[in-house]
T-cell receptor
Framework: EPEVTQTPSHQVTQMGQEVILRCVPISNHLYFYWYRQILGQKVEFLVSFYNNEISEKSEIFDDQFSVERPDGSNFTLKIRSTKLEDSAMYFC????????????FGDGTRLSIL | GENVEQHPSTLSVQEGDSAVIKCTYSDSASNYFPWYKQELGKRPQLIIDIRSNVGEKKDQRIAVTLNKTAKHFSLHITETQPEDSAVYFCAAGSGGSNYKLTFGKGTLLTVNP
């Protein structure tokens, strides 16, 4: 069964540095999502993306965050100037259609900000 | 925006017993309610979901019920096994084309052998 894949599995970065998290959605999917989970807490929505545009974003997704689909397969999340509180697991998901479709998560990237 | 409350935060049962986890949501526009199981250090894994036009759905030992009027939905696990031990998250989906999931805070289920 096709899966969402994410790289790297673990990223350690100095505070203030830029970081790019990568996701390869399932190949025929058109809707893409990023979520984060701070250790021991619930999963939180960050952003949804369709047709090369952000569809929806949460309050967490401020000006330091951006998303991009640079080619036909990758979907990236960039944090421009990382803060300590950005330390979390970041999960990518994709769906073929929009709306109430099952969202299957990738294995996530653990981001540690020092 | 949507708010999802989940109870209990921890649940301990004996192997073979049933487990029930309950969630409430606030946005009457929410129309999709998935449940995820997360083992330590792993991704949330979708185990069952229900859409708002259905009141109950079952998949082997797992069932989900939805009460739209009361805005609550529940996960039922029967004949629990030690491998069911994990954190379970409920979520509510809404937004039309700007779709997103809002998660509950999770329930740590421990099944004692």
């Amino acid at each position: 069964e096709p899966e969402v894949t994410q790289t790297p599995s673990h990223q350690v970065t100095q505070m203030g540095q830029e970081v790019i998290l990568r996701c390869v959605p399932i190949s025929n999917h058109l809707y893409f999502y990023w979520y984060r989970q701070i250790l021991g807490q619930k999963v939180e929505f960050l952003v949804s993306f369709y047709n090369n545009e952000i569809s929806e974003k949460s309050e967490i997704f401020d000006d330091q965050f951006s998303v991009e689909r640079p080619d036909g397969s990758n979907f990236t999340l960039k944090i421009r100037s990382t803060k300590l509180e950005d330390s979390a697991m970041y999960f990518c998901a994709s769906t073929r259609q929009g709306g109430n479709q099952p969202q299957h998560f990738g294995d996530g990237t653990r981001l540690s900000i020092l | 925006g949507e708010n999802v409350e989940q109870h209990p935060s921890t649940l301990s049962v004996q192997e073979g017993d049933s487990a029930v986890i309950k969630c409430t949501y606030s946005d009457s526009a929410s129309n999709y309610f998935p449940w995820y199981k997360q083992e330590l250090g792993k991704r949330p894994q979708l185990i069952i979901d229900i859409r708002s036009n259905v009141g109950e759905k079952k998949d082997q030992r797992i069932a989900v019920t939805l009460n739209k009027t009361a805005k609550h939905f529940s996960l039922h696990i029967t004949e629990t096994q030690p491998e069911d031990s994990a954190v379970y998250f409920c979520a509510a989906g809404s937004g039309g084309s700007n779709y997103k999931l809002t998660f509950g805070k999770g329930t740590l289920l421990t099944v004692n052998p």
